[in-house]
């Protein structure tokens, strides 16, 4: 059994040895669970491809809490027009406004951005990409690591490659037998969907995966964003794999006007669990439900997403009916993760 422990200054000072000596330390962010490693180290990298069981073509998204760190990850960092880097040459006298403006209001927080990278960034972590995702997450525990530790962290979600993202310790360590040395239990994530990951790699921002910040607070900040959808045919991002996010029980979003027509899939004796956004239809004879918020609130709804499939997941139903919701918002993102699943559990034996 992976060891879950609290925050303690003792086990912060232990994960972050544990990092420093290249091994896996999972820890909470605002988002989801991640599972970390030396960003700078290939070989601890390779440890989270292969506790994972994820692809090498997936890049990962480098953690970090200082800005000052995009000096060593970035390719011309993105810093404040006017400041020098140490150094000299290579560094100095880029600025991106679109990056600044977004890191001065949005980090930390669940906004990741992709900038071209250097050479100080393994291959491994960007999979061979000219850029790099980076975000400073949110979370005080997150953040009091990766200072301890001294090195950007990289870091997935702490979920096997394709399933439900972890958004409480518990959830990572039910998923992992072997492969990391310690949990760090920070509670429940309060975002509860992954970053919004923007790219800054071109001349215009592309949205490769909708998350935790609504792409409406984006526009108003910086403008029009293209959608990766329709700026090129394929994924640059794994997220947008139509099969991610996937619960081990078969899911269906109900789409149109929702939870009219619900009596039809309840046939014979299968049991079928509901996934409400506001409420659970009274007649439905519904083995489960869960509601993501009462009050329809979105940002609610996003923190109970994964722990109401994960509590799904875990009954043995033959099908979970998922609601759905406005594509607004936070609920893009929710929206997004629902229609993943439906297409992921569907591939499953
Ligand atoms: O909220 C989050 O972002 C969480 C927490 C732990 O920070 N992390 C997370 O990581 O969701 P992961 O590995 O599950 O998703 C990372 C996504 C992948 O779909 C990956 O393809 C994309 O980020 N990504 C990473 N580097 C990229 C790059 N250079 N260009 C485009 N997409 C990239
Ligand atoms: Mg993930």
Redesign the pocket.
Known sequence: MIPVAPPTEENLSLAARALAQGGLVSFP?E?????GANALDPMALARIFEAKR?PFF????V?IAHRSSLEILCASAPTRRGHTLPGGEGGTGYSDPRAEKLMDRFWPG?L?L?FP?SGAVPDL???G?P???V?M?AHPV?LELIRRAGFPVA?????PFGRL?PTTAGHVRDQFREGIELILDGGPCS?G???T?L?L?GETPVL??A??LAREEIEALIGPVADAASFQARP??????PG?YAPRTRLRLLRGSGSADLSGPASGAARIGYLGFRSVPADGGFAAAEILSASGDMREAAANLFACLHRLDRLELDLILAESLPEKGLGLAIMDRLGKAETGSARDP
């Open positions: 962010t988002t989801v669970y991640g599972l994820r997936d890049p990962l998204i953690h669940p990741t992709v990278k972590a960007t999979s990409l850029t790099v995702a975000r997450p997150a870091a997935p979600s702490a979920n993202s975002v969907v992954e970053s990951i790219s790699a490769l995966r998350g935790g640059q991002s794994p997220g947008q794999l991610h």
